[in-house]
């Protein structure tokens, strides 16, 4: 499959330079038809008996694996969540903090990791994000690291497996701006979580969480899908696995639709997307204040970024604001053309 063709596969494009898939990634056709396929299927044949739950069940291990896959874990330790704020939720519900330990965060965390960090009950040290910070911030009692692997705001890239060895402290690492936009390795993270709508380009509501090993942390949160035998009293016998922390059901649908879209990803889906990214900061040097990133977001600085934005999507072009930073930020994927960065410079120019 060549850029173009790949590009090809999202209507979307044909109409919008679309740069925002740091928030939503572009739906392929062939994704939507899984979709509907199996839409299809499910008011043909109803949603009941032994048939509709096994074909279910086949559909999340199928996702499980290739999610693993695509982040060097086995299916094992991979949990089927809704989002990545359901992955940080999970981990810091079962890990027991109390008032006495300490959390270290940074000040660019998105609040889908915030949230967790701050209900948990632990005391949340939020420092600059960058390295020296980071080790400066840790105690003995700190019992977790929770750090997004590329920052929401910047793309900046966070050197977490070096935090991690250089503390001894677990890691909770937020990956919705890093897998499937740069290469990832879960290999030495403790938690992982992983956005399936975003750079993934899956349906809404899809996504993962890494744990590297599941017998460590508590069910804290219990679904169907966290046992294998119970009690009356609620007792039970917890599922192998990660799969004891799956939250809850996803419809057959929106699993055909995610194997859809982790299917049709090129080999060549990194290269490019970095390849983009560069250019992106490039063109819009000589316009604006590019802030220094490493992954596939590019944010740049504007008096009246709300605005430019609201702009911007009137001509075609899709960013986003990040609140309260006066930054404009760009998400360029492997899917991204030279048009859509010209178009984004030119009306950013004009």
């Not at 744990?211 to 009293?233: G, H, I, K, M, N």
Request: include cysteine; proline fraction near 6%.
């Amino acid at each position: 499959m060549t850029p173009e063709e790949g590009r090809a596969l999202f209507p979307v494009l044909q109409r919008l330079a679309y740069l925002n898939a740091g928030t939503f990634g572009p739906l392929a056709r062939l994704t939507a038809e899984a979709l509907e396929g199996q839409l299809r299927v499910d008011v043909g044949q109803g949603r009941f008996g032994k048939e509709y739950f096994e074909r279910v069940l086949d559909l999340r291990k199928q996702a499980r694996a290739l999610l693993g896959a695509f982040v060097g874990a086995e299916p094992e330790q991979v949990a089927l969540t809704g989002s990545t704020t359901d992955g940080c939720n999970i981990v810091l519900a079962g890990l027991d903090l109390t008032p006495e330990d300490e959390v270290v965060t940074t000040t660019e965390e998105h609040f889908g990791l915030l949230g967790p960090v701050h209900a948990s009950g632990a005391r949340v040290i939020a420092v600059a994000p960058d390295p020296e910070s980071i080790l400066a911030a840790v105690t003995p009692r700190t019992r977790l690291l929770a750090l997004s692997q590329a920052l929401w705001t910047t793309g900046r890239v966070l050197p977490i497996r070096e935090l991690r060895e250089q503390t001894g402290v677990p890691v909770l690492v937020d990956g919705a701006q890093s897998v499937g936009a740069i290469p990832v390795d879960a290999a030495g993270f403790d938690f992982l979580t992983i956005s399936g709508q975003k750079w993934l380009c899956g349906p809404d509501s899809t996504g993962a969480l890494v744990v590297a090993d599941p017998e460590r942390l508590r069910v804290a949160r219990p679904s169907y899908f966290s046992q294998t035998a119970y009690e009356p009293t609620g007792g039970f016998e917890p599922a192998g696995g990660a799969a004891r922390f799956d939250p809850g059901w996803l419809s057959s649908a929106v699993l055909a639709g995610l194997l859809a879209a982790l299917e049709l990803r090129p080999d060549w889906a990194f290269e490019r997307a970095a390849e983009q990214a560069a250019r992106c900061r490039e063109l819009l040097g000589p316009l604006v204040e590019v802030v220094p990133g490493d992954a596939t977001l590019v944010a740049f600085r504007h008096e009246d970024a709300a605005s430019l934005v609201e702009r911007l999507a009137a001509e075609g072009v899709v960013v986003r604001e990040i609140p309260k930073t006066g930054l404009v930020r760009a998400s360029c994927g492997w899917w991204t053309n030279e048009d859509d960065l010209r178009r984004l410079a030119a009306a950013i120019a004009a």
